[in-house]
């Protein structure tokens, strides 16, 4: 199963002064169980996208399918399907508003009806996830909570509610980058765990090259390119045309083909560029991190 968008256009604010095309006529299908990221320049179309996934939004046109499932009709079925949607909005943090951490991440839970049996195992499981010690931090008040950790127990409030799909807006925005690779991690850890299918809004094309299984380009309310990481990659003119750039692994690569090696200009990764160099140099990689040099000894990478 998937999420299908079918011919959605959105109009803000029409038959105003300020009305805006803010989509035109997007169609996209996300499979189920992958990782699809969805990049391009402020305004070009991503946020409010993502926000009619769920039907936090509705279309001015078209239609959104999970599962198979109108989300804009009526009914338990239509009900389900959009709350199977999970959203991290950008900077989440901002949505912390109960007494208690815990508190906070038992929201959701709470407002599906579980038990409170559930609902307790869904808190500790979600604080785990982030890495927030349930003793040490449910009973505090999320607003005591440094940003990073705000952050976190933000996320927490979505995860606890199992959604089999999550959709994450610029998830790492403002953390430094021990901060960002912590988290994708943890993301990458639960997508394993869960099977889930992620949706990943981002401007880090180093993220979306590694982690990515499909990329949506977004432009001026488009769909400008789709496909996977390395298809849309190659088309360094199109992602330039949607304001953004290929990732820094590919530039590092490309200077080092400008200045003699014989080495490919399409990589993307760190993993493709430490393999494609160590073949141009004609050492063999040995798992640790050492490389054989040519008198038979070792070298540390």
């Known amino acids: 199963m998937s999420i299908e968008v079918k011919n959605i256009s959105y109009v803000y604010m029409p038959k105003s002064p300020y009305e805006r095309l803010a989509l035109d006529?997007?169609?996209?299908?996300?499979?189920?169980?992958k990782i699809t990221a969805i990049a391009g320049h402020t305004g070009s179309g991503k946020s409010t996208l993502i926000q009619h996934l769920n039907g936090l939004i509705s279309p001015t046109s078209g239609s959104v399918l999970v599962d198979g499932v109108d989300i804009a009709a009526k009914g338990q079925a239509a009900r389900a399907a959009r709350r199977s949607v999970g959203m991290v909005?950008?900077?989440?943090?901002?949505?912390l508003f109960e007494e208690t951490v815990e508190q906070d991440i038992a929201f959701g839970p709470k407002n599906y009806g579980m038990s409170p049996e559930e609902i307790s195992e869904r808190v500790?499981?979600?604080m785990d996830f982030v890495q927030l010690d349930y003793k040490e931090y449910s009973q505090r008040s999320p607003f005591q909570l440094s940003g990073g950790q705000m952050r976190r127990a933000a996320i927490a409030g979505v995860v606890a509610l199992k959604p089999k799909y999550l959709v994450l807006d610029e998830p790492t925005a403002g953390l430094?980058?021990?901060?960002?690779?912590?988290?994708?991690?943890?993301?990458?850890?639960?997508?394993?765990?869960?099977k889930n299918t992620i949706i990943l809004v981002?401007?880090?094309?180093?993220?979306?090259?590694?982690?990515?299984d499909n990329v949506?380009?977004?432009?001026?309310?488009?769909?400008?390119?789709?496909?996977?990481?390395?298809?849309?990659?190659v088309r360094e003119d199109f992602i330039r045309q949607a304001g953004l750039d290929v990732p820094q692994i590919t530039n590092i690569v490309k200077a080092l083909k400008i200045r003699g090696w014989d080495i490919s200009s399409n990589i993307y990764t760190m993993d493709e560029a430490v393999d494609a160099?160590?073949?141009?140099?004609?050492?063999?990689?040995?798992?640790?991190g050492t490389s054989a040099d040519r008198s038979g000894g070792a070298e540390k990478c």
């Open 25 to 33: 006529d997007v169609s996209i299908t996300i499979p189920e169980g």
């Open 89 to 95: 909005f950008q900077y989440p943090e901002h949505q």
């Open 124 to 126: 500790r499981f979600a």
């Open 176 to 194: 430094d980058p021990k901060g960002r690779e912590e988290l994708m991690q943890r993301i990458m850890k639960l997508h394993r765990q869960e």
């Open 202 to 212: 981002s401007h880090s094309m180093d993220d979306i090259a590694r982690f990515a």
């Open 216 to 233: 949506v380009i977004m432009n001026r309310g488009r769909v400008l390119m789709e496909g996977t990481p390395h298809e849309v990659f």
């Open 277 to 288: 160099i160590f073949q141009a140099v004609k050492v063999p990689r040995r798992p640790g």
